[in-house]
């Protein structure tokens, strides 16, 4: 089945460095858009970057200088490159993936990760 692992979590202090990385595992014949959300305490669940196949990226106002997304299609994997860290990036972070695998039926579905913290001190 497949299944998508985030890891890189953690604290850090502010104006620090993070980098994310989601991997997707199981058989999997296709993937579109990668894409990392997070959701703070209090907050609705917001899309920070987005990365399609072909490589187009698309960020959140609020990380756009600071945060680069990127992928390694051989391996399945998306990245989230966080620089200048604020505490109002503290939040927990998800990975999505939109991909067709035999347990999708050959469909295109939305697959989550489990989360990972991400937490931010001033």
């Known amino acids: 089945q497949v299944q998508l692992v985030e890891s890189g979590g953690g604290l850090v202090q502010a104006g620090g460095s993070l980098r994310l990385s989601c991997a997707a595992s199981?058989?999997?014949?296709?993937?579109?858009?990668m894409d990392w959300y997070r959701q703070a305490p209090g907050k609705r669940r917001e899309l920070v970057a987005r990365?399609?196949?072909?490589?187009?990226?698309t960020y959140a106002d609020s990380v756009k200088g600071r945060f680069t997304i990127s992928r390694d299609n051989a391996k399945n994997t998306v990245y989230l490159q966080m620089n200048s860290l604020k505490p109002e990036d503290t939040a927990v972070y998800y990975c999505?993936?939109?991909?067709?695998?035999?347990?999708?039926?050959?469909?295109?579905?939305?697959?989550w990760g489990q989360g990972t913290q991400v937490t931010v001190s001033s």
């Open positions: 999505n993936a939109d991909l067709r695998s035999p347990y999708s039926d050959g469909s295109y579905r939305n697959y």
């Open positions: 199981g058989v999997i014949f296709s993937i579109r858009n």
């Open positions: 990365i399609s196949s072909g490589g187009s990226t």
